[in-house]
């Protein structure tokens, strides 16, 4: 078979394209950049590199970035096009991750103390539902070389009374007060709801025992209420059965049949 030469250079030429082709995707392939965040001049970033120079990338949303300046950071880039332009694709914050958690005690802006840390948010921070000053959180942070400690993610401890409010803490103690809100029970005070179920019987004085939860602020909330005499009265009753109950019935069925067959006579 022959082969026209038209088709052979044509072939070549296709090749060469293309070739060309993936040697321009190759050159706009993706890389990390780690360095310090100097600043944000317009849409693009200025980066000192760990090895002391300094690189501009191009930003579309500098929102994110904005909040980091004078962060360690790893920028996620690609070549723009032909030209020298270098396109941001993400930043994330650089450092090893370490973790705190204590009781939110102030929220100022971007500024949050919790546990007696100052914490850092930024828009990249994962916030959980229900923070709040008062409510317990843990936070997964970066610490900066300046000190400055960073917030990857805040979330409460929910998930964690959650899962203690499914284990039985129970208490043991005498009454020493009742009231609308709660009882004192052996030193301890443990608040009631529309939820807590309370025995009957409870009162001043009555040994009890208590089951119940803690929550955030370290208030214990009962769940349950009863009274120890729910145990004696089970044993007395248990050993009447066992006592009586041999002798009453067969006492009943023989008196009650010799009554009858008296009564025949």
């Known amino acids: 078979m022959k082969i026209s030469k038209n088709l052979l250079v044509g072939t070549s030429l296709l090749v060469g394209l293309l070739g060309l082709s993936l ?11 780690q360095g ?27 929102s994110a970035a904005a909040q980091m300046v004078g962060s360690q950071v790893t920028v996620t880039a ?27 005690e102030s929220i100022s802006g971007d500024t949050w103390v919790i546990g007696g840390k100052t914490i850092k948010v930024v ?14 959180a843990r936070v997964e942070f970066i610490k900066q070389a300046d000190g400055t400690l960073i917030a990857k993610e805040i979330e409460t401890d929910a998930d964690d009374d959650a899962a203690d409010a499914d284990e039985d803490i129970h208490f043991a103690g005498q009454i020493q007060s009742t009231g609308p809100g709660g009882f004192v029970i052996g030193g301890k005070t443990f608040k009631v709801d529309s939820k807590t179920v309370l025995d009957s019987g409870l009162g001043i004085g009555v040994n009890a025992r208590v089951e119940f939860i803690t ?10 209420i009863e009274t120890d005499a729910d145990d004696s009265v089970l044993d007395s009753v248990l050993g009447d059965d066992k006592g009586g109950g041999d002798k009453a019935e067969p006492g009943d069925d023989k008196g009650g049949g010799s009554g009858s067959g008296s009564s025949g006579k």
């Open 36 to 62: 310090l965040l100097q600043s944000v001049e317009g849409k693009e970033l200025v980066i000192k590199q760990d090895d002391g120079s300094t690189t501009r990338i191009s930003v579309k949303d500098d």
């Open 78 to 104: 690609h070549k723009s096009g032909d030209g020298p332009e270098i396109e941001m694709e993400k930043i994330e914050l650089r450092g090893e991750d370490s973790t705190t958690s204590g009781v939110i």
């Open 123 to 136: 828009q990249t921070t994962i916030l959980d539902d229900g923070l709040a000053v008062g409510v317990t």
């Open 23 to 33: 040697l321009s995707g190759c050159g706009s392939r993706s890389e990390d950049i």
């Open 215 to 224: 929550l955030p602020d370290g208030t214990l909330l009962a769940t349950e």
